[in-house]
């Protein structure tokens, strides 16, 4: 093999490796659905239906630690992976499942609103569509309580910054 030949293929594996390793990084609700849902569903519904946290340490009903868990399961998730999804779940299991209760029969998932119908405009989460801030959104769509709308925005916030890696 001629020395630029194997520039070029060193230079491709690198290519491919970063590729992958921002395709992991990018979307960790795609991540979910792509190596994990296949077996455990949809994430949210999984993760309070079946984790807990005992000390501040997200484990499962068995008293065995994710992050631990993960590591060697399946064969083993890589770090990026396990740290990732890792705090997504503990998110989930740390707020109430007001997406599902409220949007989902119209929505889908969090996910998918987060991906087609908000955006970022001067820092503030908006309606892609309305260019409303979504606080004001949430005042009059979905028959959301008073006391609802705070959190319903901490999850929006949280999700739409996972589906973009923030
Ligand atoms: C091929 C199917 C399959 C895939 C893919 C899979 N799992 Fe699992 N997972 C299982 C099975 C089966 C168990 C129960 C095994 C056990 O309890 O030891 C399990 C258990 C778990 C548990 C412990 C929860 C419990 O029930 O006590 C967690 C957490 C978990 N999986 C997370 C994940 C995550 C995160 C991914 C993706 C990165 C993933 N799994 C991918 C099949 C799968
Ligand atoms: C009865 C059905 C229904 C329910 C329930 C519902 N939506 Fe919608 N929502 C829609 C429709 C239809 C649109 C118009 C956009 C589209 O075509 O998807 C929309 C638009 C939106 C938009 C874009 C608004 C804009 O100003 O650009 C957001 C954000 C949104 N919904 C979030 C939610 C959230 C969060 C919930 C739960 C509290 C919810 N929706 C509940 C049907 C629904």
Known sequence: MTAPRRFRMAALALLSFVAAGSAYGDDL???????????????????????????????DRKGRDVEAFLKSHNGGYSPEVVAGIASMLRAQ??????????????????????????SVEDGVLVGRQSH?????VLRRHGDVEED????????????????HHR
Request: hydrophobic share 35%.
């Open 93 to 118: 299991v740390e707020t109430p499942d007001l997406f599902r209760r409220l949007c989902a029969q119209c929505h889908e998932t969090a996910a998918v609103v987060a991906r087609t119908l908000l």
């Open 148 to 163: 609802q709308q705070g959190p319903l925005l901490e999850t929006l916030t949280r999700v739409e910054r996972e589906v």
């Open 29 to 59: 609700h795609k991540l979910w659905d792509q190596r994990c849902g296949g077996c455990h569903g949809h994430a949210g519904t999984f993760s309070r239906n079946t984790l807990l946290l005992v000390d501040g340490h997200l484990g």
């Open 132 to 136: 409303r801030p979504l606080a004001e």
